[in-house]
């Protein structure tokens, strides 16, 4: 059988160089609750949201304003019973200049169909690669999550936080 890695591109105006300070900022972007170094060779960085979901990341390839590569050292799911399904898969950001135009083709290698959550991945990464990230390269500001405060649909319906109505 034939597994396909998730997969999204997006494309902006700026810089390669913007968008790697971007990508490297994963604070901007992904979640206001990472903590260590991002954007040196060999950091290593812890992200939470909640008690849904958590993962430790080494960055194990940087190439200014080209490159970035996560490697996943451990990750918990709230909502899998396989909590395996990140362990030993990379986070791969992409940089490359399109005539005028910069693409970020983002890949999370070891993310495929078969995976239990697959689709709340995927849907996560589409809104933090093509909306929260695409936003800060572009317009200076990401949609990063944080402590009671879910940016995606899932994050929404899986967090700890009550409806206060």
Not at 85 to 109: A, C, G, N, Y
Not at 124 to 145: C, D, H, M, V
Request: charged residues 30%; aromatic residues 10%; glycine residues 4%.
């Amino acid at each position: 059988m034939i597994t396909s890695d998730f997969t999204t591109t997006i494309v902006v105006d700026q810089s390669p160089k913007e968008a790697f300070k971007a990508i490297v900022n994963p604070e901007a972007w992904w979640s206001e609750e990472i903590t260590g170094g991002t954007s040196e060779l060999g950091d290593e960085f812890s992200y939470h949201y909640e008690d849904v979901h958590s993962c430790r990341m080494k960055l194990s390839e940087v190439a200014a304003d080209k490159k970035v590569v996560w490697d996943v050292l451990e990750n918990y799911f709230k909502f899998t019973k396989d909590q395996s399904e990140w362990l030993d898969t990379q986070v791969i950001f992409e940089i490359s200049e399109r005539e005028t135009k910069t693409e970020i083709k983002f890949t999370h290698k070891g993310l495929v169909p078969e995976h239990e959550c697959y689709d709340i991945c995927k849907n996560a990464w589409t809104q933090y690669i093509q909306e929260s990230l695409f936003n800060l390269i572009t317009r200076g500001k990401g949609q990063p999550n944080g402590k009671e405060k879910p940016t995606t649909p899932d994050e929404e319906r899986l967090g700890a936080v009550p409806n206060n109505i």
